[in-house]
Every structure is written in C-alpha cells, then in structure tokens.
C-alpha cells in the first residue's frame, strides 16, 4: 500500500479524549500489508466504552464489547462488508449507532431513543472511515448497498415517502430511497446512481453507484 492507512484516516473519524469517538488511525496502523488483520481487539472509546474491533480485506467493524453478535442484542455497532468483488466491490454497511431504549413487544428489532446515540459511534464518519480503509487496502468500492430491514429508520423513512401511492414505479421507489436517511449520506459521497433490486415487506434493497 503507497499510502498508509493511518495517513489515509488521519481526522477522518471524531476522536475527543474524555467525550467520545475512536482513533481508527492509531487502532489500524498495525495493517500494512494485504494479509494483515485485527481479530477481536478489545479497545476503548474516547468516552471510556468498552469496543471490540475485527478488520481485514473484507471486513471493518467495530461495536460494543458486550453482546456485540446477537441477533436481539441493543449492542451498538458500525460495519463494513464487501458483498463481493468482480474487477470492483460492492460494499454493505451495518449501522446502529443510537442508544436502544428497549425492545419491540413480540419482535427482534429495538427501538432507538430518537434524540440521543453511543458517544463513540458516528455512523456518517463511518462511512467515509470505511471507504479510506478499503481503498488504501487496494480494493476500489464500486457500489454500496443500501439493505433495509422493518423496524429500521430508512426502512420507515422509505415506505412514508411512498405514502399514498397506491402502486409505485421504479423512478417513484428510486425517489423514495433517495430521501432515507442512507440515500442522502451515500450519495454525498459520490454514489448517486441508484437501482431498486428488491422491495417485499420485511425488507428493502438498493444499490447505489458511482456513476460510469
């Protein structure tokens, strides 16, 4: 790699000793070759929260120490996947960053307190952490893939944009995606060339590429 990926992610990501945020830049210095990886390290968020942090070439997450892989879990956590890579990948994020309240009565997702988030989890910053670190890790990120579940903000923010249309078509439902809240901080980073692959009731994809 030309370009370290602790240069690379130098101030990319909030880090405010005593407040909040990560030091991706120190906590990814050790990768530096294409085989190098970080597998379950315990670290700690500038607020003092416990993290565990796993990154390789295929993967960048980083989450709450505790119950950080169940499914129910009110864990938060930030990742990073490559869907899979043909001359070009396509990246998926997983984002939980705000603080759960409690859970859905009789469901598994949580639900979220609407005014307040995990001190050391930005989820926005995330993104552009992530799309650094794969970069610099020689891998270009074609398109990222906007997968929402029900339960879910963009799943919610996409469905009441479409509000009162009875049988929406593709140029409607592109429209609609582009209004979540993923839609607008994807297509800030470049990736503005949306596609609707699937649409049923308990989940939602769209692809978001960099125009050709």
């Not at 997968?147 to 479409?162: H, M, S, V």
């Amino acid at each position: 790699m030309a370009v370290s990926i602790s240069e690379r992610l130098g101030g990319m990501y909030p880090y405010v000793p005593g407040k909040g945020g990560i030091d991706f830049s120190s906590l990814l210095a050790p990768i530096e070759k294409a085989e190098d990886s970080i597998v379950g390290k315990e670290i700690k968020g500038a607020s003092g929260g416990e993290l565990i942090l796993y990154a390789n070439s295929l993967q960048l997450l980083v989450g709450e120490k505790e119950g950080l892989w169940k499914k129910t879990s009110k864990s938060n956590w930030l990742g990073a996947s490559i869907l899979g890579s043909y001359g070009e990948a396509t990246l998926c994020f997983g984002l939980k960053s705000k603080k759960v309240i409690g859970m859905a009565e009789g469901a598994e997702y949580p639900i979220y307190s609407s005014d307040s988030r995990h001190p050391d989890l930005y989820a926005k910053k995330f993104i552009g952490v992530a799309l650094a670190y794969f970069d610099a890790r020689g891998i270009k990120i074609d398109s990222i893939m906007g997968r929402w579940e029900k339960g879910g903000d963009n799943y919610n923010q996409y469905r009441a944009a479409l509000a009162g249309i009875k049988d929406p078509n593709s140029s409607q439902k592109v429209a609609a995606a582009k209004e979540t809240w993923s839609g607008k901080t994807f297509m800030a980073y470049g990736f503005t060339d949306v596609h609707n692959w699937s649409d049923s009731w308990d989940r939602i994809d769209f692809r978001f590429q960099k125009p050709i």
